[in-house]
């Protein structure tokens, strides 16, 4: 679900809102299919409505916290969104596990 909704995201939208949108569309789908669950479960409890409510909130808002935004930072980290420069002294700084593999980055890292 998550891979399917970033690469239409990422196809359709511009690189920078790209990410913002997919984390609010995440949590409110989260937040919505908690919500449901959560209406779901107050069909069979006899108790008072402030009850009920509260059931009803507490599952969307952890539902879209946890699995939503947390889910999608996650899954976001777990990408490399960052693009390679023109400067390869900047993407060895950025990137050290490349850097320890090019040579020529030590040399040019010992030497300054």
Same mark, same amino acid.
């Given at each position: 679900?998550?891979k399917?909704?970033? *690469? $239409?995201?990422?196809? *359709?939208?511009k690189? /920078?809102?790209?990410?913002?949108v997919? !984390?609010?569309?995440?949590? /409110? &789908?989260w937040?919505? +299919? ?6 779901? =479960? ?8 402030? =009850?009920? !409510?509260? =059931?009803?909130?507490c599952?969307? &808002? ?5 699995? &939503?935004?947390? &889910?999608?930072?996650?899954? !976001?980290? @777990?990408?490399? !969104? @960052? #693009?390679?420069?023109?400067?390869? +002294?900047?993407?060895s =700084?950025? *990137?050290?596990? #490349?850097?320890?593999?090019? $040579? ?6 010992? *030497?300054?």
């Amino acid at each position: 679900m998550y891979k399917t909704l970033w *690469n $239409h995201l990422d196809q *359709n939208k511009k690189k /920078a809102p790209a990410p913002a949108v997919f !984390l609010a569309l995440l949590t /409110a &789908g989260w937040s919505a +299919a908690g919500i449901l669950s959560g209406l779901l =479960v107050c069909l069979g409890l006899q108790t008072e409505l402030m =009850v009920k !409510l509260t =059931v009803i909130l507490c599952t969307g &808002g952890y539902a879209g916290l946890i699995p &939503g935004f947390f &889910g999608g930072i996650l899954y !976001l980290y @777990r990408m490399d !969104l @960052r #693009k390679t420069s023109a400067d390869p +002294a900047a993407d060895s =700084v950025a *990137n050290p596990e #490349k850097a320890s593999s090019d $040579h020529t980055s030590l040399i040019y890292f010992h *030497n300054n």
